[in-house]
C-alpha cells in the first residue's frame, strides 16, 4: 500500500483474495497506522452529541422522549452529502495551498469540533437545554464534514485491494476513541463527582467534555503530519455553471450510469443496512440509567470491554472480507446485528444484572465490528475515485439518515411500550435487510 496509488472504482466481487499472511501485514504498513489515529479523531465526536450526551441529559433528568428527539442532532451525517461536493472541491484559502485539499478540509473541520465541544462543556443543560443542542449541532455538522474529507483521504490512500484493511483500521481508531468518549468521559465525570456516583453534576461534566476537546489534538497532528493523497487531475471548468455540474450533478449521475436500475437496490440496501443498530443504540444510555447501571459499571462494561469486543469484531470482519470477499461478511454482519438486539430484550428482564450486561455487550459489539467493516470496505468499493468525497459522503449520508430519523421516536416507544418490546421490534428491523444483501451480492461488476 502507498499514498500514491490511485484506485478506481471496484466491485467487491473483483477483489482478488489475499493469503492469510499478505492479508494481517497490511495492518503494519503506514497508511494504515495514520488512518488508526484518524478514525480516532473521527470517533471521538460522535458518542459526545449522542450516546454520552444521552447519558448525561438522562442523569440531569432529562425525559427519555426529549432526548429521542434530541438524537436528531445525528441527522447531520445524514445530509452530509448536501455539502460534500464542497470539500471535495472547493479550495479553502490558504489552508488548501499549505495543506492540500483533503486535509486543509480535514484540519477546518477538526478545529470545529474542539469549539462545539468547548461549548458543550461550559453549557449546563440542566439549566439551559437549548444552547448544548445548538453547540451539539455544532459539533455534528463540524464532525460529518470530517467525515467527508476523512473517507475521500482514505479511499483515495490505497487501491482497492487495500481499502478493507484501512477500513478495518479506521474502524479500530474509531472504536478507541469511543471507548475514550464513552468509558474516558464517564471515569472523568466520577472521579469529579467524587463519592456520589449517581447524582448529576454540571462540574464533573464540564470537565469530562474539555478533556475531549483536548483529545482532538491527536486528529490535528496526524493531519499535520501526513502526506495528501494523489488525486486525479480533473480538467478546467470554463464557467460557474460547468463547476458546479461537475461539482454538483455529475458525481451523483455518474454513479446511476454506473448501475442503471440495479443502482436502486444498492442505495436501498446502504439505507437500511445499519437500522437496526442505529434505532437501537440511542436508548442504550438510557436504558443502563433506568437499569440503575453507575457510571462506572456502563464505562467498564460497554464503554470499555464492550468497544474492546468491536475492535476485534473489525479486525476479524477486515480478515475475513479479503479472504472470502466483501458480501459473504456483509450477510453475516446483517444477521448478528439483528440477533443480537434479541439479547438486549432479554437483558431488559434481568434488571441490574452485571453478569448478563457482560455477555450481551460481547456478543452485540463483536457483530457490530464485523459488520462495520464489511460495510465500510463495500461502501468504498462503489466509489469512483474522480468523486471519492461526493459519493462515499452520498453513501454514508445514506447509511444514516431513515435510521436516524427513526431512532427519534425512540424514547417515546419506549414510553409506550417498554425496553422488551423496543429491543426486540429493532431486532425485526434487520429482516429486509438479508433479501437485499442477497440482491446486490448479484450484480454483476461494473467499471467507472
Not at 482478488?16 to 480516532?40: D, H, N, Q
Not at 439551559?128 to 453547540?135: F, I, S
Request: aromatic residues 10%; positive net charge.
Amino acid at each position: 500500500m502507498n499514498d500514491t496509488t490511485s484506485p478506481t472504482s471496484t466491485s467487491p466481487t473483483e477483489v482478488k483474495k489475499l493469503g492469510w499472511l499478505v492479508a494481517l501485514k497490511v495492518y503494519l504498513e503506514p497508511a494504515s497506522w495514520r488512518m488508526l489515529c484518524l478514525g480516532f479523531s473521527a470517533g471521538l465526536p460522535l458518542l459526545l452529541v449522542l450516546g454520552t450526551l444521552s447519558f448525561r441529559l438522562r442523569e440531569a433528568g432529562i425525559e427519555r422522549s426529549t432526548i429521542g428527539f434530541l438524537s436528531w442532532v445525528g441527522l447531520a451525517y445524514g445530509f452530509k452529502w448536501m455539502w460534500s461536493p464542497l470539500v471535495d472541491r472547493m479550495p479553502l484559502p490558504l489552508l488548501t495551498r499549505w495543506l492540500g485539499q483533503r486535509r486543509s478540509w480535514l484540519l477546518l473541520a477538526q478545529l470545529g469540533v474542539v469549539a462545539g465541544l468547548v461549548g458543550m462543556a461550559l453549557l449546563d443543560p440542566q439549566v439551559a437545554l437549548e444552547p448544548v443542542v445548538w453547540c451539539a449541532l455544532v459539533v455534528a455538522f463540524a464532525s460529518a464534514t470530517q467525515d467527508i474529507a476523512l473517507d475521500a483521504f482514505r479511499i483515495e490512500s490505497a487501491d482497492a485491494q487495500h481499502q478493507a484493511a484501512l477500513a478495518a483500521a479506521y474502524q479500530t481508531g474509531y472504536r478507541l476513541a469511543m471507548i475514550w468518549a464513552g468509558a474516558g468521559v464517564l471515569w472523568v465525570a466520577a472521579r469529579v463527582a467524587g463519592a456520589d456516583k449517581t447524582a448529576y453534576l454540571h462540574n464533573a461534566w464540564q470537565i469530562a467534555y474539555l478533556v475531549m476537546a483536548a483529545s482532538m489534538s491527536l486528529g490535528v497532528l496526524t493531519v499535520l503530519l501526513s502526506p495528501e493523497p494523489a488525486q486525479r487531475k480533473m480538467p478546467p471548468s470554463r464557467n460557474a455553471a460547468e463547476w458546479l455540474r461537475g461539482a454538483l450533478v455529475e458525481p451523483f449521475a455518474e454513479f446511476i450510469r454506473r448501475y442503471r436500475w440495479q443502482a436502486a437496490i444498492i442505495l436501498g440496501l446502504i439505507a437500511v443496512y445499519r437500522i437496526s443498530d442505529v434505532v437501537m443504540g440511542i436508548m442504550a444510555n438510557p436504558f443502563y440509567v433506568d437499569m440503575g447501571y453507575t457510571k462506572d459499571e456502563v464505562a467498564a462494561i460497554t464503554k470499555v470491554f464492550g468497544v474492546i469486543m468491536t475492535l476485534l469484531g473489525a479486525f476479524i470482519g477486515g480478515v475475513l472480507s479479503m479472504r472470502l470477499g466483501v458480501m459473504r461478511i456483509l450477510m453475516l454482519g446483517a444477521v448478528l446485528s439483528a440477533v443480537t438486539n434479541l439479547l438486549f430484550a432479554w437483558l431488559a428482564t434481568r434488571g441490574h444484572d452485571l453478569t448478563a450486561l457482560v455477555w450481551v455487550i460481547s456478543a452485540d459489539n463483536l457483530a457490530s465490528g464485523i459488520a462495520s467493516a464489511a460495510f465500510i470496505a463495500y461502501l468504498s468499493s462503489l466509489t469512483n475515485v474522480n468523486y471519492s468525497a461526493t459519493q462515499y459522503a452520498l453513501f454514508s449520508s445514506m447509511m444514516l439518515l431513515a435510521p436516524k430519523w427513526l431512532a427519534g421516536f425512540s424514547g417515546v416507544y419506549v414510553d409506550a411500550h417498554g425496553y422488551e418490546a423496543f429491543f426486540t421490534s429493532t431486532a425485526l428491523l434487520g429482516a429486509p435487510v438479508l433479501l437485499l444483501v442477497w440482491l446486490a451480492s448479484r450484480i454483476l461488476p461494473v467499471k467507472s
